[in-house]
């Protein structure tokens, strides 16, 4: 706030407040007001509570996830801005890589499929180690929650039962007669590495995305790309297919980082959900929005409430 003073006045006051600012960091109300290095918009990583842009993936789990990191982080003193629903990985990737985004909740294996497609590593831990050597300088995994949200090929409970399907090894005995629907890059990613692993080869891919549950239920697909915590998979009478070899890795949610945007704060808040979040609340959570129609905000608010985190 600017003040009229005489020009004396004004000197002594700003030696004054010179002198009083010169021991003082750029954080909190007593910095230096003429510093700027705090208004950068992913934050600083050398303490503070910092700025956080927290991105999603272009569903509803993601949108949940980040708004629970959003809401716990502003708990926390963060400043934070929210993008949702931005678009696949392909899209959110390099928004973090570049520090447009500071965080995104990520799913560990799928993240490492991305970076390395040919990575064998299946466990949680194997994961983890395998991302901590391939991800970028730029960038930093935090510690992975129990909770998983795993892909998986999934089929009717009819379809299961006529073909005697159990496993995606008996898929492949009779995949050549399927039409198999997901997300627009899941052939991308996939086709070659289900024919590797499995010998899996389908007559059709059709790129459903959030419809697939519904596609399978009505027989236009006979296979699909479900996750395992979708609210459909009973909805539908869905089965996830057995995967012995682990095609699919382990599928943690796991918080993603633009490193010179996270500050301590933010770390710390985001392990604290991480130790907390399970596969069982996540589900219960995606029950609240898909089929009670309850907002991700406010579903996220009161998981967070409850757990004591906001």
């Known amino acids: 706030m600017r003040r009229m003073y005489g020009i004396a006045g004004v000197l002594i006051s700003a030696m004054l407040a010179l002198a009083a600012c010169g021991g003082s960091g750029s954080t909190g109300t007593g910095g230096n007001p003429l510093d700027t290095s705090s208004a950068a918009p992913s934050g600083s990583a050398s303490g ?3 700025k956080a842009v927290i991105g999603s993936f272009d569903f509803d789990e993601s949108v949940l996830l980040g708004s629970i ?6 708990a926390k003193g963060v400043q934070v801005e929210e993008k949702p629903r931005i678009g696949s990985r392909e899209a959110v990737y390099d928004q973090v890589k570049s520090g447009g985004l500071t965080i995104v909740p990520e799913y560990n294996g799928n993240l490492l499929a991305f970076i390395d497609l040919q990575n064998t590593a299946a466990t949680t831990d194997e994961v983890n180690a395998a991302l901590k050597e391939k991800l970028p300088a730029e960038l930093e995994v935090l510690d992975s929650s ?8 999934s089929v009717t409970k009819d379809t299961q039962t006529k073909q005697s399907l159990n496993t995606m090894e008996d898929l492949a005995k009779v995949s050549k007669n399927m039409t198999v629907g997901g997300p627009p890059e899941f052939k991308k990613r996939w086709e070659a590495r289900f024919k590797e692993v499995y010998g899996i080869e389908f007559k059709e891919w ?15 697909i006979q296979a699909g790309n479900v996750f395992t915590t979708d609210p459909k998979m009973t909805a539908n009478n869905l089965v996830a297919l057995q995967d012995p070899k682990n095609v699919f890795p382990a599928q943690n ?10 500050t301590d704060t933010i770390r710390t808040t985001l392990n604290s959900i991480s130790a907390k979040l399970t596969t069982e609340s996540l ?3 995606m029950q609240k929005i898909s089929v009670n129609k309850d907002e991700p905000a406010t579903v996220a608010k009161e998981w967070l409430t409850s757990n004591g985190l906001a």
């Open 206 to 220: 059709k790129p459903t995305g959030p419809t697939t549950a519904d596609a399978l239920k009505d027989g236009s």
């Open 146 to 153: 129990p909770a998983e949200d795993k892909d998986s090929l």
């Open 69 to 74: 990191y959003a809401q716990a982080l502003e």
């Open 283 to 285: 589900l219960d959570m």
């Open 253 to 262: 949610v796991t918080p993603l980082l633009y490193k010179a945007g996270a």
């Open 48 to 50: 503070g509570g910092g």
